[in-house]
């Protein structure tokens, strides 16, 4: 309970508004962003609360082996000044359905104009059902892109960033994109020292480069179409990525024209031979930066990048980060260097020029 009324009264209140399936960490993370942030006089800065779409109090299942007692109903959305919708995991929740159920759409109608919403993972899919994202640009989980562009094709989907933000509506890409997303709004409303002091409190970066690419495995080998065409000519590539390769040099190697190579690459893989090469060239150079201490000029040697700077300058295009803050981000602290430079797991060290294995 509140001890100083007045106090509280100015207090930004924040409604998480929990559903059946909901996942307990992004229903965690909203209360434990907001809720620790404090003034520079120490003052709380948020009130924090949980509601369900059905009259509390009231039971709201999780996607986990526990349910949740919420004592608050949709009217606490009516009072709030931003909304916070988690994703679920519920069998008939709107992201599969894609459709609001009607008590659903009922306890969103209480939300009065001008409240800020924001969704995290594939609570976007709420916020779509509710048409409050067409014409918009938003983000959800990249494994929901898909289903979700098919559901909601009038709105901008951008599966590459970690948030967005439209003024009074935002999206955060998955769990922990919920976490930049809250200190992103915390920073709006305070200011960088607040957002970086529950950073600190928390334990995170206060600001994370890049965007969910950075964490989506690309198509491999296993992926592709073994008994196809091409299918001799991208094996063959994949042992030779340190090297140059040309549109010529694979279409020899599959006894094809460039023209004909081309048509069958794209239709049996989906995208042009040079784009695929890319993409595996980029690949290997996450593996090497992830299970190895090479230097990235040699990474970019063995991947067939050729130099640092050609390195840098594609992972920044495909995934959003420099290679030194990738390799940062998911270099294994466990991981020892060896004495030639490979990371040492216990086995046989790996080789610079070793193709690409996924």
Known sequence: ??????????????????????????????????????????????????????????????????????????????????????????????????????????????????????????????????????????????????????????????????????????????????????????????????????ARRTVVPPHREGGQAQYVSLPGPADQPHGAATAQAREWALERLDRPLTLADLAARASMSTRTFTRRFRREVGVSPGRWLLQRRVERARQLLERTDLPVERIATAVGFGTAVSLRQHLRATLGVSPSAYRGTFRGAGLRAGSDGTADTGGTPERSAEPARE
């Open 1 to 198: 309970m509140c001890k100083n009324p007045a106090m509280c009264a100015t207090r930004h209140r924040v409604a998480v508004l929990a559903r059946d399936g909901v996942l307990p960490l992004e229903l965690g993370l909203v209360h434990q962003l907001f809720g620790t942030a404090r003034s520079p006089e120490g003052d709380v800065l948020y009130d924090v609360r949980t509601c369900a779409p059905a009259p509390a109090p009231v039971s709201v299942r999780t996607d986990a082996d526990f349910t949740l007692r919420v004592e608050h109903g949709p009217e606490l959305l009516a009072e709030a000044d931003t909304v916070v919708i988690p994703g679920s995991h519920d069998p008939d929740a709107t992201e599969t359905t894609g459709e609001l159920s009607p008590p659903l759409a009922e306890a969103l109608g209480r939300i009065t104009p001008g409240t800020r919403i924001a969704s995290v993972c594939t609570g976007a899919f709420v916020l779509a059902a509710a048409g409050l994202l067409d014409g918009r640009r938003a983000t959800t989980h990249w494994l929901s892109a898909e289903e979700f562009r098919r559901r909601h094709p009038a709105v901008e989907l951008d599966p590459d960033v970690l948030y967005t933000d439209s003024g009074d509506v935002l999206t955060a890409a998955g769990e922990a994109a919920g976490i930049d997303l809250c200190l992103h709004m915390i920073r709006g409303d305070h200011g960088a020292a607040v957002a970086n002091d529950v």
